[in-house]
């Protein structure tokens, strides 16, 4: 049985005491986006009842329709991370650019980027959803007015890093850098509850997730691991795989969290100018550092995700993660097929 007494907030400052990497502002700010979780999941909960299902009359920057709840989820976590000084600026999946905390509030250290409502195409059919957010520190020698460049650092200098899936539960998944907690919401007393401390990856795995749908755009490496896992215990990986692909990199993420599997976006053909769907900034890097400190390993196809250096805020990659073993050998396989191997 999980241990009722440890929130969030007290996680946060037990955490603070024994490895002082949590300042004040960034508890602060943690807890900020936990409560703004906290109001998005009761919105996706009244689903019909609250109006909020549905597609909205806008395109994000992406050029992809947005629904009322994508627009909703980005409100909320912008009003509630606004005024309370911990934060400088905000990017967001739904905002094409920087939110730069108004002049009428107090400017504080941290950059936060969000993706508000990821596994939008769900949200109308009752499936899990869920927030992704990534928080980093403005770059030394700041700059009097925060600018987009700001923004363009590695996932290796994350500060925070989580998401929240709204699903049969809510549950809310962080790392400040020292491994990674899981915590519950608990409706009746209205917080986040610790239900997992130390969540571990195992490094081996018979369970993958990737859209089959494209497999006839997939480059070869690609279609040759995936071939390999279909052809089972007759094949040369000689064990027999299961699939799941839920369409929410939350809930698929999730899963892997918690029992193993990969993770696959792969580049494909059918839009060859783009590295990949999904977006570097606040998708891949919160996530590629949650696995990493679950002990999995997070690649896009050829480099460690967390190393890659952005160009800019909307820049999408390819993404394989989960499983160290087998991250290593999808890896593998594309670096050989580069060098003619
Ligand atoms: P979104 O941010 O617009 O919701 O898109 C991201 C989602 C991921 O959650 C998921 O892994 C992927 O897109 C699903 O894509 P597809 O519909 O091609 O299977
Ligand atoms: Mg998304």
């Avoid at 004040?24 to 009842?49: D, F, H, M, P, T």
């Avoid at 917080?191 to 997992?196: E, G």
């Avoid at 040759?224 to 839920?246: F, H, S």
Wanted: hydrophobic letters at 40%; a neutral charge; aromatic letters at 6%.
């Amino acid at each position: 049985m999980p241990n009722r007494s440890i929130s969030l907030t007290r996680y946060l400052v037990e955490q603070q005491r024994v490895n002082q990497h949590i300042p004040g502002q960034l508890r602060l700010l943690l807890e900020v986006v936990a409560r703004a979780c906290k109001r998005i999941s009761l919105c996706v909960n009244k689903g019909a009842l609250g109006g909020v299902l549905g597609t909205a009359s806008s395109e994000n920057v992406q050029g992809e329709v947005q629904k009322k709840l994508d627009i909703l989820a980005n409100e909320v976590l912008i009003e509630a991370n606004e005024w309370g000084g911990h934060l400088a600026a905000m990017a967001s999946e739904e905002m094409e650019t920087i939110h730069v905390v108004p002049n009428r509030y107090p400017r504080g250290e941290y950059l936060l980027l969000f993706d508000p409502l990821d596994g939008s195409s769900n949200i109308d059919v009752n499936v899990s959803i869920g927030t992704i957010f990534s928080v980093l520190h403005m770059p030394e020698g700041g700059h009097n007015t925060v600018q987009e460049r700001d923004f363009l650092q590695p996932g290796r200098q994350q500060v925070a890093a989580g998401y929240c899936l709204y699903g049969p539960q809510t549950t809310l998944v962080l790392t400040v850098g020292d491994g990674v907690a899981m915590f519950t919401l608990d409706r009746e007393q209205g917080s986040f509850i610790l239900t997992d401390n130390n969540m571990r990856i195992p490094a081996d795995t018979r369970e993958f997730a990737i859209n089959m749908s494209n497999m006839r755009h997939w480059q070869t490496p690609m279609r040759r691991y995936i071939d390999e896992c279909l052809a089972g215990t007759q094949g040369p990986l000689g064990k027999d795989y299961n699939m799941r692909w839920v369409a929410s990199m939350v809930a698929d993420v999730h899963r892997i969290m918690t029992r193993g599997g990969i993770f696959m976006y792969p580049w494909d053909r059918r839009d060859p100018a783009k590295p990949g769907k999904l977006r570097l900034m606040y998708e891949a890097n919160p996530m590629a550092w949650l696995i990493e400190q679950a002990g999995g390993g997070a690649t896009n196809a050829r480099q460690r995700i967390l190393d890659v250096q952005p160009a800019s805020l909307h820049e999408r990659t390819s993404v394989i993660l989960g499983s160290k073993n087998e991250v290593e050998r999808v890896t593998a396989y594309h670096l050989q097929a580069d060098t003619g191997a």
